[in-house]
């Protein structure tokens, strides 16, 4: 725990000292990378998939609000659809939009959340997601990880159904909120953010760490069970699923516990009451990490006569 304190406390300066720098950073890091896996899975669009264009585009997103990057990034997904045919990018645009604003009414903050998911998915990790907001989050984050899923089957249909032209294209976009593989992913990494957040929310010891365990053991055996059931499971897709389950388990437990430092060895009890009710209190302090004390010596030095 110490030492994870520590690397967040070293992080949190580095930041701080430099977030001028590290800021459009990390921004232009990930609407890049998001630009780069679209134009590697549907490089229809030459200019688009052009490296320069890329960069360019990253570099734009770096300095533009959180949720214009995910407009942009919208606008760079309909270009590549575009290039299927005019009517696979106007049935993306309807769904598009619906989910944009919706997501910008509730959960404007979490745009990090809509760009995150379809790279993690690519990297086969994106359970981390559903795993770290159920514990750090509230169940509004639900939004913008239906979004994140749904672009990234968007993105994953479509080039999957390019060899049969614009007419596959269009049908795979219109299929993704009936594809029973997004829809199983949907609702469970949805039921996983709600778990999570009322067993993090209740008065048990070590409770955030209990729904981190809890969230990775539903979200593992529920896509199983779902993948088994439409018939989507094969030996190869179920080792990368185990695999980046614990991947994702490791990673959300050591974000639960930077974000969610509690010390339940300290937790006191107390109770209280004023003229309408008694109140029950318990109170678990944040861990912290003992400063050293640093004695400083004084020497006074003589003159000589």
Do not use: W
């Amino acid at each position: 725990m110490d030492k994870i304190l520590e690397i967040k406390g070293n992080i949190l300066r580095l930041f701080e000292t430099n977030e001028k720098v590290m800021k459009p950073l990390i921004k232009f890091v990930l609407c890049f990378v998001g630009v780069l896996i679209m134009g590697i899975s549907m490089g229809n669009n030459h200019i688009l998939a052009n490296p320069i264009v890329m960069v360019v585009i990253g570099a734009v997103c770096a300095f533009l609000p959180k949720n214009i990057d995910v407009l942009v990034l919208i606008v760079v997904l309909l270009g590549h659809l575009y290039s299927f045919s005019a009517e696979v990018a106007l049935v993306a645009l309807a769904l598009l939009l619906v989910m944009y604003f919706i997501y910008f009414r509730f959960a404007p903050k979490y745009a990090f959340v809509v760009i995150l998911l379809p790279i993690l998915f690519f990297i086969k990790i994106p359970f981390v997601v559903p795993l770290v907001l159920g514990v750090v989050a509230t169940p509004i984050t639900i939004l913008p990880t239906i979004f994140g899923v749904a672009i990234y089957y968007i993105i994953h249909l479509t080039a999957a159904a390019s060899g049969g032209g614009s007419d596959s294209a269009s049908l795979a976009v219109k299929s993704v909120f009936a594809n029973k593989e997004s829809l199983l992913v949907m609702v469970v990494f949805a039921a996983v953010i709600i778990i999570e957040y009322y067993i993090r929310r209740s008065t048990s010891k070590n409770a955030p760490s209990k729904a981190v365990l809890v969230g990775a053991a539903i979200n593992v055996v529920a896509l199983l069970v779902g993948f088994i059931a439409i018939g989507n499971a094969n030996l190869i897709s179920i080792v990368f699923m185990i695999a980046g389950s614990i991947i994702s388990l490791l990673l959300a437990y050591i974000i639960q516990m930077a974000v969610l430092p509690l010390d339940y060895s300290k937790t006191i009890n107390t109770q209280f009451e004023d003229d309408d009710y008694y109140y029950y209190v318990k109170a678990v302090p944040k861990h912290s990490i003992a400063k050293e004390k640093v004695s400083v010596k004084k020497i006074n030095r003589k003159s000589s006569k």
